[in-house]
């Protein structure tokens, strides 16, 4: 099963950014003209590094060289795969996440899935060997 991508790009714009600076723990938001300022979320700092863009839903960490979206910025602080990250998005905002099945999700990503018995005979037999 794949997370749909319409629901992942549904999930971010009903996302705050803002929001989920102060899930991971960031201290002392401050508005500076267009941008909001905090310490950096990855490394000990006291002056302020890390750039967050309201209008866009990104930042930018300038100590630490890291930027991108909420999904980035759970992945990077958390230490947390991408699946596990919209999870956490997703329970924060209270919406159940909607997936797609495997055949559609290949089509997709324009992955032709075609099956290949002998290929498949090969691999279960060599799992096999290696598991005995």
């Known amino acids: ?3 749909s ?3 992942i790009e549904k999930l971010l714009q009903s996302v705050d950014i803002l929001e ?3 899930y991971i723990g960031a201290e002392k938001l401050q508005k500076k003209g267009a941008y909001y300022w905090c310490c950096s979320p990855f490394k000990s700092e006291k002056t302020p590094s890390c750039q967050i863009k309201v209008n866009t839903q990104r930042f930018i960490d300038y100590s630490s060289d890291i930027s991108g979206n909420a999904i980035t910025l759970l992945m990077q602080k958390n ?5 596990e990250a919209v ?10 996440i ?13 992955v032709k899935y075609t099956q290949h018995p002998k290929i498949e005979e090969k691999i279960e ?3 096999k060997e ?3």
């Not at 909607?98 to 324009?110: C, D, I, S």
């Open 79 to 83: 230490n947390l795969s991408f699946v």
């Open 20 to 22: 989920v600076f102060q």
């Open 130 to 132: 290696i598991k005995n």
């Open 87 to 96: 999870e956490v998005l997703a329970q924060m905002k209270g919406i159940p």
């Open 1 to 3: 099963m794949y997370i």
């Open 5 to 7: 991508k319409p629901f």
């Open 98 to 110: 909607e997936y797609e099945n495997q055949e559609r999700g290949r089509l997709l990503a324009g």
């Open 125 to 127: 037999r060599l799992y």
